[in-house]
Structure formats: structure tokens, C-alpha cells
């Protein structure tokens, strides 16, 4: 009788705890979804990287700048007809280039859904790391390669602009110095050809 | 006596555990789509290829689990929990997307909106419905699935963004089933 009682006391203060435990759970991930500093995307990416040479294969150029100026861009639709996109452009004065040939100034441009929170990277006076595609050519317009290509500076420290993931969390952990030279390193890999760029996500799927 | 109910109580707590794991996993995001488990998607301005995808999905993937899916095919923006959409949205980074316009009290998506993007496309119908099964995996509270948080059955499903996989989990359905 004891034995059942033990094991019934038992059963009660674990269901207790792990309905305790999901709910943290689920609050942390909602928590994460919607207010986060580096918010996950809810999208599917032309591109995934697990190296930087992935990322500086797949990009026109990297730079390393300072943002001057952002404001609201292009609108694409509205809400009912396509759903609709809003962009952001933002100007970059370049201080090196490290990867392909770019413009003392640049501007790029991102979607909303991209962008999501992370809007920290945009704010005038920011230090960032940018890998870049070329979206235009007169006037030029970049975007980022994807979410993991935006990285920002503080002193020596590093964090990832717009996507929390371990690829990026590795890249920033270097800190500033180390990370230039890996980018460095990685260009020169490109340039020779022993990296190239991954595969995109779209036509990765089997023929029917 | 006394090691017999320790073990029993080990046991138990192991078994507590062990059913309470899939469902408390690591690939939810937190939310769910609409307050009941009768969702309204709304298929508006959809191309063929994706209204294919997006019924195959239905089919297969949401009405198996307990969310019962009302389908609209209106223009009517204001009829879906769950508006999708198909358009040239340009050389952005993404493929498809979902996102929430209209929070609610208590984490839940009053309106959810996915588009796809068809600069990329055309998409072979095989792509079509994995990017199908993923965005409307995320409406309905599903994050990706990565062999660090979803170990056992990452790489089988939509959710790993791999465009070869057109379904579901056991383990998706197991958190959609916990959810609605």
C-alpha cells in the first residue's frame, strides 16, 4: 500500500515538473520568436553556410564599413493583393574591402522579413561586416548574401546581425582582429579556387 | 521495501519523461495559429504549381493532425488565419517565409501571413511542397528542425529545409498534436 502511495506521490510531482518545464519552454520560445535581440527566421534561405568560404564564395564582395544612413525603400505590392514587402535601405561608407571590388559608398537594401527585429546592424554609426550580393548595377545595390553575412563590430567584440545560428556564433567568437583575418584567408582560398561556393537550396530537390 | 519504491520511483519518473520529451522539444516556436484547432488558410492570388502544393500539404500534413483546416480561395484577405501568397517579390534572400501580422493575447497568431517568392521559381513540384509543408509547418508553430535540437528525426522532414522533403515528422505531428 505504501509502495503505491510512493509511486503515486511519485507520478503527481513529475507531472507537476515536466508541465512546468514545458510551459518555460514554450514561453522561451515564443519569447525568442517574437522579441528576441537576433530573432530566428521563419523562412527557407537561397543559402546555408557551415564555413566562411562558403559565405565569401557565394558573395560579390565583403566589406567592412561604417552605416551612414537608413531609411525606408521600396514597397513591393500590398498586404491584400501579394501580401506585400516593405524594404529598408542603408548606406554603408566602406573602410576596407575584403573580398571583390565595391564603391567607397554603398547602399543595400533589405526585405522586412529578412530584417525581422534585428534592426540593430542599421543604426547610423554601427561598425559592420557585410557579405554582399549585387542586387543592381547602375545605380549599385547590394543585399546581404543571407542572414548569416552581417556581423557588427564593438571594439574587439563581434555578434551576428541578423542570424543567432552556430555557424555565426562561431564566426563572432574570434572577436574582431582574428575574424578580418579569417575573412582574409578565406578570399585567398576563393581566389585560387580550393572554395567555392555551396550549393543553393533551390534545385537541390530530386527530379520527378 | 524501501529499494523496491526508489526503483518504482525512478521508473516512473523515467517513463514521465520519456512520453513528456517529443512533445516538449525543441522545434516549436511558441504560438499558435488562431485560438481553436480550426484553422482558415486562404490560398489568395496563388499560382497552379503552388495551389497544388499547398492542398497536397493539407492532405497529407495538417489534416492527419488534430487541426481541422478550413480552405479558402478568396481575395478576401480578411477570411484566412492563415493568408498565402505567390508573387515575384524580387532578388531577396528567401524562397518562402512565414511571419505573424497580428499578435493575439496568450502567443497567438490572429493572422499569419506566407508568401512565396516565385523570382526563384519555377519550382519543381517537389520544392513547391516542401516549401509548402515548411512555411505552413511555421503558421501552425513549427520551427526548423536541426540535428542539434531535433536529434532523432531532423533530416526527415520539411522542417530541416531540405526541398527534397515534402512531409512532416512523427515528431512535428507529436508538437502539433500538443499544441492544438
Known amino acids: ?208 | 521495501m524501501r529499494s523496491t519504491a526508489t526503483i518504482s520511483f525512478i521508473g516512473a519518473m523515467a517513463f514521465v519523461l520519456a512520453l513528456s520529451a517529443p512533445v516538449y522539444g525543441t522545434n516549436v516556436l511558441g504560438h499558435r495559429a488562431g485560438p481553436d484547432p480550426s484553422i482558415r488558410f486562404n490560398k489568395i492570388n496563388l499560382g497552379p504549381s503552388f495551389t497544388n502544393a499547398v492542398d497536397f500539404n493539407d492532405v497529407n500534413n495538417i489534416e492527419p493532425t488534430d487541426i481541422s483546416s478550413i480552405m479558402y480561395t478568396n481575395a478576401d484577405a480578411s477570411l484566412g488565419e492563415v493568408n498565402i501568397y505567390d508573387a515575384d517579390y524580387g532578388n531577396v534572400i528567401w524562397q518562402g517565409n512565414w511571419s505573424c501580422r497580428d499578435w493575439g493575447t496568450g502567443n497567438i497568431c490572429l493572422k499569419g501571413r506566407v508568401q512565396f517568392n516565385q523570382y526563384w521559381g519555377p519550382y519543381p513540384s517537389q520544392e513547391a511542397k516542401s516549401l509548402a509543408c515548411e512555411e505552413i509547418g511555421h503558421s501552425v508553430g513549427l520551427h526548423h528542425s536541426q540535428a542539434g535540437t531535433v536529434p532523432d528525426q531532423w533530416n526527415v522532414s520539411c522542417m530541416s529545409q531540405n526541398p527534397a522533403e515534402v512531409y512532416l515528422s512523427n515528431h512535428d505531428e507529436t508538437h502539433i498534436q500538443a499544441i492544438y
Open chain 1, 1 to 208: 500500500m505504501r509502495l503505491v502511495l510512493q509511486i503515486a506521490i511519485g507520478f503527481a510531482v513529475l507531472a507537476i515538473l515536466v508541465t512546468t518545464t514545458g510551459a518555460l519552454q514554450l514561453q522561451q520560445a515564443s519569447t525568442d520568436g517574437r522579441q528576441g535581440a537576433v530573432g530566428p527566421h521563419h523562412m527557407r534561405e537561397l543559402y546555408t553556410f557551415a564555413s566562411l568560404g562558403q559565405m565569401v564564395a557565394a558573395s560579390d564582395a565583403v566589406v567592412l564599413g561604417t552605416v551612414t544612413k537608413s531609411y525606408a525603400g521600396r514597397q513591393v505590392g500590398d498586404d491584400d493583393d501579394t501580401g506585400g514587402l516593405s524594404f529598408t535601405e542603408i548606406a554603408v561608407d566602406v573602410e576596407r574591402v575584403l573580398h571583390g571590388t565595391v564603391a567607397l559608398t554603398i547602399t543595400l537594401e533589405i526585405d522586412e522579413v529578412s530584417m525581422g527585429k534585428n534592426d540593430a546592424w542599421t543604426v547610423p554609426g554601427a561598425s559592420v561586416l557585410l557579405a554582399l550580393t549585387q542586387i543592381a548595377d547602375s545605380p549599385a545595390m547590394y543585399r546581404p548574401t543571407n542572414t548569416q553575412s552581417v556581423f557588427v563590430m564593438k571594439g574587439d567584440m563581434v555578434t551576428p546581425g541578423l542570424s543567432n545560428d552556430e555557424f555565426t556564433n562561431t564566426v563572432a567568437v574570434v572577436g574582431r582582429a582574428a575574424l578580418l583575418v579569417d575573412v582574409e584567408d578565406a578570399a585567398a582560398s576563393v581566389s585560387d579556387g580550393t572554395v567555392t561556393a555551396p550549393p543553393t537550396n533551390q534545385g537541390r530537390s530530386d527530379p520527378e
